[in-house]
């Protein structure tokens, strides 16, 4: 061991509280870390990846009760011992923690607490300097004579233990050659003390004090020992060691030493474990890996690092459902009805998903295309996946692939790394805890990839009935049967699926919701579920169907209802208030009425049928009046509307159009602007992008170039030259979203049409369609988004390439008859429909007039 007075800390250590002991100087303690604090400092201090750094922590033993181990630090016990975590096992049983091995190197003392969050961090001096005693000469002859006495103790004892002779004289030469200053702290981590016997050991910074008082220690474990020689017959050879430790620990009767009935308890554990490996369903290969990793921790002595991993290891393999499936339920009918009482709309994939299940009933197995429902956020993708376990009798499982970019997340880590786990997959069957369940794999285009190999290739296995049968997770290292889960994918766009990945699932395009279809979803759906989550009856708080547009409209701007679920919540949340402090005051003025005689209802006047909440008199209602969420209530809530109708607005000037895009959260309507300046025929194009979109720019100006004298467009100094002495921007918003594709062509060029006639495009008008250098429109994707994005924005009239005229049928009949559709087969017909009156050269000649 080196000598403590050999080590140099830093002056600034992160700090590790445990309740579990006591760390010594030169011991090594084994601790489980799992509170938030502790494993935020395991993470970002010990471990990088997947190696162990060797940074010096300070361990401080916690004094106060774990039981209150809240977000706030507990008082700090000022003395502590600086620690190298020698090894760190992670596991996710029964709840995520590590387990740390840690060994003290020397005290300090806390100066003053640097930071608290996410773990403290202190200023400390380093104590246990030779220096510190050996520059007492007065003290010296002292501390020899202590330190003879202590060490003719520690021999005595040494030599009492009933252990073979080399044994004994090996643990002699141990004690002649660790540095005398060292050997209190290590003496009484190795006896038999209590946590305060401890305690009192750390705090003794004297090596004076540490001597005198770990000797009357030694003295209780070396009579304990002669009592027990006095007692005890010889037992077999091999039971010697433990028979010698073990009964001198129970005469002892130390109060509070719990470490020699934890390791009988763990013996125990250990045969019930091996008694669970033997009597559980596991495979043929997998039993025999436990049995042998089993006989492998039978020998292993418990402070060994490998020990917990393989303890970790073997209790995983019992839990995990080998065999253990529920019983299906494929009834079409029960599964039609529960899908549509769950679920409103969503026709489409409720047929495809009703077809799926009767193929599987017919078939009576489930194996088959792995659906992938892909549409825009808060379109109940997941929540149909839940549904269809449900409807199955099967459990349901997420597992969230967003951001994974590690194989081992999927396939687990191989048990030779420090902190290794099993992946996704198996940590999600033990957690269901059968082998048949709804695994629900949320966002798989957002996989990762990295150095780290790449998920979606681990996906690949777990995919292919061909292969997943016999499914190896790396931790595991046996083959697991994957065959009777059922996979469901989730994704925003199809767009990132890793094409092999893709290949394997059957897409279904879930599309956003109309605003009635919102409406619906909401007040059939959403709000009783909301009222039930915040203890609200419909007899407490009225939501008409008014104040629900006017969220839909003016509060959110989304193809799904999840942030329209949010405002539900919040306003439930503000009602709740409301009518908690009413109850109250009700009490209160029920009890002014016993002591007061007086009815204070009779102030609430008969017609007052609802009341607002902005009105403070509500508060005085009888329970039985609904609050009523109008308009203003709406506003005192959720404070002022987010997204006013600024469409006429911003298309005040010329040079402005309406486009539609379609992003991976939906559709969007997308203003673009243009201007001109004199210059030299620059063309600026700003709002992030992408080269597809910069060519229909050039492509659009081109174009219009090329047809300046047919509409008798002209720059400012009256040339058909338009880029003569002129320099046009064009502009995007919103600049920070990245954008592409070619569908913005024909937006374009109606913008630069308004730019150079002068003449406003309508206001009421939206348009999507890929150009052509001879002025043709071509077909785009992402209609239906589209078009349910000009509708949640007020547009009437959207043009279309010709080719797109197909698309609109899977278009809800209440949202067609609110629009009017152009199908427009090339520029020109764009212009027509995209100003008042058509757009011609007669027109642009009747505007300039007009001007004039
Ligand atoms: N048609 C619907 N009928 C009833 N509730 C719905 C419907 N569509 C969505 N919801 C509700 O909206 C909420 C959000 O849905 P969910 O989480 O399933 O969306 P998602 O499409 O999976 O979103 P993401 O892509 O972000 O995971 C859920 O509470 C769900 O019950």
Redesign the pocket.
Known sequence: MASSSAIQIPSRLPLLLTHEGVLLPGSTMRTSVDSPRNMQLVRSRLLKGTSLKSTIIGVIPNTSDPASDGDDLPSLHRIGTAALAVQVVGSNWPKPHYTLLVTGLCRFQILQLLKEKPYPVAEVEQLDRLEDFTRRPQAEEDLGELSEQFYKYAVQLVEMLDMSVPAVAKLRRLLDNLPREALPDILTSIIRTTNQEKLQILDAVSLEERFKMTIPLLVRQIEGLKLLQKTRKPKQDDDKRVVAIRPIRRLNHIPGAAEEEEEEEDHDDVVMLEKKIRTSSMSEQALKVCLKEMKRLKKMPQSMPEYALTRNYLELMVELPWNKSTKDRLDIRAARILLDN?????EKLKKRVLEYLAVRQLKNNLKGPILCFV?P???????VGRSIAKTLGREFHRIALGGVCDQSDIRGHRRTYVGSMPGRIINGLKTVGVNNPVFLL??VDKLGKSLQGDPAAALLEVLDPEQNHSFTDHYLNVAFDLSQVLFIA?A?TTATIAPALLDRMEVIQVPGYTQEEKIE?AHR??IPKQLEQHGLTPQQIQIPQVTTLDIITRYTREA???SL?RKLGAICRAVAVKVAEGQHKETKSDRSEVTEGEDSRDHVTEDAKTESINDTTDLALPPEMPILIDFHALKDILGPPMYEMEVSERLSQPGVAIGLAWTPLGGEIMFVEASRMDGDGQLTLTGQLGDVMKESAHLAISWLRSNAKKYQLTNASGSFDLLDNTDIHLHFPAGAVTKDGPSAGVTIVTCLASLFSGRLVRSDVAMTGEITLRGLVLPVGGIKDKVLAAHRAGLKRIIIPQRNEKDLEGIAVNVRQDLTFVMAGCLDEVLNAAFDGGFSAKTALEHLNSKL
């Open positions: 769950d679920h409103y709309a969503m549409g956020p808060g379109v109940g993708k997941t929540s949320d966002e989730t925003n979803i759906h959403l799904g209802v999840r679920d």
